[in-house]
């Protein structure tokens, strides 16, 4: 089968289901856990476009976890609560950028980075 064939008709469905359950894991973060294991699973079936938002989602889910977790220590000094705030920011940012990505069929730009 012709790569180009298989990249233009490649699935996008299950990234999109992830970062909508990412974006309503600010409400419920269990959705969070949900999206990281379907990102896992779908990930190496994947176009290399498309593995990229697979890879992007897991990291945003581990790098947000630690961020998270270093955050809800230090709210018990106040300081925690602007990390927080900010991590809901930077979370939000990715996924919105991701989908908008998705829809436009393109890789997501530096997806093993920290940045959105």
Known sequence: MNQSVSE???NTSMANVI???YLLALVSGITAV???IVAYV???GAPE???TH??????TFWMGLLIGVI????SMALIGIPILLALAVWWIIRCVKGIKLLGERAAY????????
């Open 42 to 44: 779908y990930k190496d």
């Open 34 to 36: 949900i999206g990281v």
């Open 8 to 10: 233009g008709s490649a």
């Open 54 to 59: 697979y890879e992007l989602q897991i990291r």
């Open 19 to 21: 970062y909508v359950l």
């Open 109 to 116: 730009p530096n997806h093993r980075g920290w940045g959105i």
């Open 71 to 74: 955050g809800g220590i230090l």
């Open 49 to 51: 476009w498309l593995r």
